[in-house]
């Protein structure tokens, strides 16, 4: 259907919604129902049967299913159907390990989905882009990608991006007249904003008229929708370290078997025991145990307010060594309240906090209200895209918090919206954080029309040459300008944000020019506006400090207000340095990076600034995370190692760059994603250490007994049982393990440290040496060369084998020694160690497995001989760092 046609009556009533009232809800459910959701149909996934197929598909699990079919065709049922269990078993941990980390990934989709701003029941809220349905009103601004196609009904400078559908690299202008012509290629639709676009000046508002498949875009989905799974470099680098260890082991493994079929073993029993010690000691379950470690961090940030969108981020988290962070937002509050005023030069005081309509004007402690105090307010009114609601009895605003204080301090004054409406506006020149101003031309009821500009006061300043006074509007004079800057300096010296208001009356016959409209202005007043530094964030940048991460701070505002406010925080040491824009401006990278590591606060600055800012950080080796919510922050955002968008005020494009999305657009979220990447890492290696180091004590114990002359201490169902149950739960519950408390007082990780540096080769090998070397002594103790004591031998190996792994679980949860830390702090690991233990009270006891494991009762000597062996290798290490 060609909308672009349609005026604007004949869309309401195609699509049944009112463009002051827009869907009711009932409305939204009957079209969600009939068009379904507004997303792109999904590649075919894979079947549930192929996923548990394929954690079969291991060369070892082949041959070791191949051997048990050899078992079975020899007559040995027992042995074969056991071994046929566990593999089966195994593979179902795998299936399931799998599917948590799909959902994981899955949701992490869902949570990291654009937004859109809806007008629904009278009014607008922000709704995840796939609940978009056709006849909904959608708002746009600078930032936003376009959640659906729609037909624009109020354009006011808008410019949408369009090449991801038209090859057009340059921005379109959009307007929201119908267009009488046929046939209409969707890059001449110029009444039109298509689904995926992005918005890149000025704003709009439009009616959906297609959703999901039904879009432009959905025609061209299958470009979008087929994106390869990401696979982190932690992951790349545990596959390469997989290769070489199933290298090691099969060599190993292949001494093992050589050297007992020389010893006089039977070739098959070797075969058998060879293989299964194959599966128990390659670490095939690493690579999904590190998926599941890494999702499940991940949901664990996301209850701490942040989204990882890249899951390489989590390991590149902890080497963060700076964040530059906005201060606005951020780092304060976003409540902004307009706390003085300067008019006619002298200076009122306004009461109240937040949001909160109710307040007062003073001077001297006395109430003041004037005429000219109330024009003031009405061009901050005017001049302003944020609207004010209620909700659960607070007052709440919906736009930038620098306007929506304006529209506070109006509605202090008794300016309503009835006021506002009274004037029209006609044309508008929207801000953008180059200009750091905005303009909107205004008509009275007389039609008189004039100019209101609001912006930074030394962007405004130059081009004022006009002021209002007692005489009345008269040329500014050097007096004024020295009594104006003066009054900003008095506000940023109070950590004030100051916004200065100007007009110019025009003629109605005057053509409107953009450049001419802000020259030749006429100065009104300044508002200094408060933003109190979060209570949290002086903690979250101490602790920081702590953990040897550099905190910056990076804000468009003046330099003595982003001073006082990074002094409240104790951000800047008495040896810090504030750089401005235009100093940045000057200086080359190279410049830059010489001076850049006194430097703690960045004032005045663009965006464009934050990307030389990023490369002298990168320059002098430092990881750096970097925020940013708006469109020109995007380059910033994806050249720095940790790019963060925010969560409530970011662009969708700047959303898109990012790696960390900021639910909550605070900075002590920052530092709790940094602790918990920390955490992610440190518990990876934690597995890697216990999985290796059992292993390695595995292997050992065969191998030595058959250097030795030794029969077999495990026979191949036991070595598979040891693998399944001491490699499982365990190794998962260690991937969930809390943060050690100094974690966030370690200097950064070095950004090329392997996953063996400080000393992890050595921990693995000598632990899993003493592991084999008591499994052997036990062995021996008990077998004292009689064949008759075998299966008792080899029980007492098996069960001393387990106890030893199970003990080791609890050493691999520190750095520094066991007994530095609770055991009972994680109730996972108990809990996983205790099921473990019962398992095996189960093998050793229980008649019927018995005869399949080849085990027997175990008395308490025994137990006492088995504890006292098993747990040397703990205790002995744990008195000692290494």
Not at 220 to 242: C, F, H, S, W, Y
Request: net charge neutral; proline share 3%.
């Amino acid at each position: 259907m060609n909308w672009y046609q349609f005026n604007e009556d004949q869309l309401e009533q195609k699509l049944g919604v009112r463009r002051d009232k827009g869907l009711s809800s009932l409305d939204v459910e009957k079209r969600l129902k009939k068009f379904g959701a507004n997303v792109f149909a999904d590649r075919k996934k894979i079947s549930l049967w192929l996923v548990f197929l394929k954690q079969f598909q291991d060369f070892m699990v082949l041959v070791l299913l191949a051997a048990t079919l050899v078992s079975g065709l020899l007559g040995e049922y027992v042995d074969a159907i056991a071994i046929m269990v566990i593999v089966l078993i195994n593979g179902l941990i795998g299936f399931f390990q799998e599917q948590k980390a799909e959902k994981s990934l899955s949701k992490l989709k869902e949570l990291s989905a654009p937004l859109a701003n809806v007008l629904r029941n009278g009014r607008w809220d922000k709704i995840p882009s796939s609940e978009v349905v056709v006849g909904d009103i959608i708002k746009i601004t600078s930032g936003d990608r376009v959640s659906a196609d729609m037909r624009i009904t109020k354009s006011s400078s808008l410019e949408l991006e369009e090449s991801a559908l038209t090859g057009e690299s340059l921005p379109t202008t959009k307007h929201a007249t119908a267009i009488t012509q046929d046939g209409l290629e969707p890059a001449d639709q110029k009444n039109m904003a298509f689904m995926g676009t992005l918005v890149t000046r000025g704003s709009g508002i439009g009616i959906v008229v297609a959703t999901g498949m039904k879009t432009a875009m959905g025609q061209i989905a299958e470009l979008l929708v087929n994106t390869e799974q990401q696979v982190t470099p932690l992951e790349r680098k545990l596959m390469e370290l997989g290769k070489i260890l199933i290298l090691l082991a099969l060599i190993l493994t292949a001494f093992v078997v050589v050297i007992g079929v020389w010893q006089g073993h039977p070739i098959y029993n070797m075969f058998l025991a060879g293989v299964s010690l194959a599966v128990a000691a390659i670490p095939e379950g690493l690579p999904a145990i590190v998926t599941v470690a890494l999702s499940l961090g991940v949901q664990r940030m996301i209850r701490k307010k942040a989204i990882v969108r890249k899951l390489s981020a989590v390991e590149t988290l902890g080497s963060a060594s700076v964040i530059c962070s906005d201060k606005t937002g951020t780092m304060t509050e976003n409540q902004m309240t307009v706390k003085q005023l300067y008019i006619r030069q002298r200076y009122v005081y306004v009461t109240g906090q937040g949001y909160d309509i109710k307040g007062d004007f003073q001077q001297s402690e006395r109430n003041v209200n004037s005429e000219e105090l109330e024009e003031m307010l009405l061009y901050g009114a005017l001049c302003n895209h944020a609207s004010l609601y209620r909700k659960k009895g607070k007052w709440m605003i919906d736009g930038d918090p620098t306007e929506g204080a304006l529209l506070v301090a109006a509605r202090k004054a008794n300016i309503t919206i009835e006021d506002t409406e009274k004037f029209k506006i006609i044309h508008e020149i929207p801000f953008d954080s180059d200009r750091k101003r905005m303009s909107v031309v205004v008509e009275d009821n007389q039609s008189n029309r004039f100019v209101v500009t609001k912006g930074a006061p030394d962007i405004l300043l130059p081009r004022t040459n006009y002021i209002i006074d007692k005489e009345g509007r008269r040329p500014i004079r050097a007096k004024d300008q020295n009594s104006i800057e003066q009054a900003i300096n008095d506000m940023a010296d109070h950590a004030l944000r100051t916004i200065a208001i100007c007009i110019k009356p025009l003629e109605k016959s005057q053509a409107i020019d953009e450049i001419m409209l802000e020259k030749d202005l006429t100065f009104v007043g300044i508002s200094g506006i408060i933003d109190p530094p979060r209570k949290e964030v002086k903690t979250a940048i101490s602790e920081c400090q702590e953990a040897g991460i550099k905190t910056v701070m990076i804000t468009g505002d003046h330099a003595k207000t982003a001073l006082a406010i990074a002094k409240q925080l104790d951000l800047i040491p008495e040896y810090g340095k504030v750089l401005e824009g235009h100093q940045l401006s000057k200086m080359t990278e190279e410049q830059l990076s010489t001076v850049i590591d006194d430097v703690y606060v960045f004032a005045r600055v663009t965006p464009e600034h934050k990307l030389k800012i990023v490369k002298a950080f990168q320059r002098n080796g430092h990881v750096v995370a970097m925020t940013g919510d708006g469109v020109n922050d995007a380059p910033a955002i994806k050249a720095s190692d940790i790019g963060i968008s925010m969560g409530l005020s970011g662009t969708d494009v700047a959303k898109e760059a990012s790696a960390l999305v900021l639910l909550d657009d605070n900075f002590a979220t920052i530092k709790s994603a940094i602790k918990e990447g920390r955490n992610i890492y440190e518990n990876i290696r934690k597995f890697i250490r216990y999985l290796l180091a059992s292993n390695v004590g595995e292997i050992l114990v065969m191998l030595f007994a058959m250097l030795l002359g030794l029969p077999l201490p495990l026979i191949p169902v036991q070595i598979l049982w040891v693998n399944l149950v001491t490699d499982g739960l365990p190794a998962m519950a260690l991937g969930l393990d809390q943060a050690e408390g100094d974690v966030m007082k370690r200097s950064p990780r070095h950004p090329k440290e392997g996953v063996f540096a400080r000393g992890l080769a050595f921990k693995i090998i000598s632990r899993g040496f003493m592991i084999g070397i008591i499994t052997l002594i036990a062995f021996m103790t008990a077998y004292q060369g009689d064949p008759d004591h075998l299966r008792y031998a080899q029980t007492i190996a098996f069960t001393t084998l387990v106890m030893a792994q199970l003990i080791h679980v609890f050493d691999c949860r520190s750095e520094k020694s066991v007994f530095s830390r609770n055991p009972f702090q994680n109730l996972y690991l108990v809990g996983a160690v205790i099921s473990s233990i019962l398992l095996l009270l189960m093998v050793l006891y229980l008649e019927s497995l018995q005869e399949v494991f080849n085990t027997m009762d175990l008395g308490l000597r025994d137990w006492i001989f088995i504890l006292a062996l098993s747990s040397i290798p703990t205790v002995l290490f744990g008195f000692t760092k290494k």
